[in-house]
């Protein structure tokens, strides 16, 4: 099950919560979408590394099950954190990352940049999912 959120306390308690009924609990932090965005959830937490650690380490405390992180590249060519972001995941405990090769402010359109996938991959030891 995914869950998105940027209150810890919240995110803890979905993910104690979803845990009794999924396998996996996957947190969103890509989402591009303004309804999710404009309340500092989704691809928003890209500019806030500390607070997206946070987070991580709140949903994975309060489960036993594995749990996987989607990304994007940045949230815009002058925010590319992608591997940044993953470093930081694995190192807080994530088991696997998916990322999408475009910045928040690309949304859909544009090309899907393989590099930048390709660096995320080699700066870390978890699965990555494109």
Not at 6 to 28: P, W
Not at 51 to 58: D, F, L, S, T
Request: hydrophobic letters at 40%; proline letters at 3%.
């Amino acid at each position: 099950m995914q869950i998105f959120g940027s209150d810890e306390e919240t995110m803890g308690y979905a993910s104690k919560y979803i845990s009794k009924l999924a396998d996996i609990v996957d947190i969103n932090m890509g989402c591009p979408a303004p309804k999710v965005v404009k309340n500092g959830d989704g691809s928003k937490l890209l500019l806030d590394i500390k607070k997206a650690e946070n987070i991580i380490k709140a949903v994975i405390k309060n489960t036993d099950k594995p749990v996987t992180l989607k990304i994007r590249k940045g949230w815009d060519l002058n925010n590319i954190v992608a591997v940044e972001f993953a470093q930081m995941a694995e190192n807080a405990g994530i088991s696997a990352i998916t990322i999408h090769g475009r910045t928040r402010s690309e949304m859909y359109s544009g090309t899907v940049d393989l590099d930048i996938i390709k660096k995320v991959k080699a700066s870390v030891k978890i699965p990555v999912i494109r």
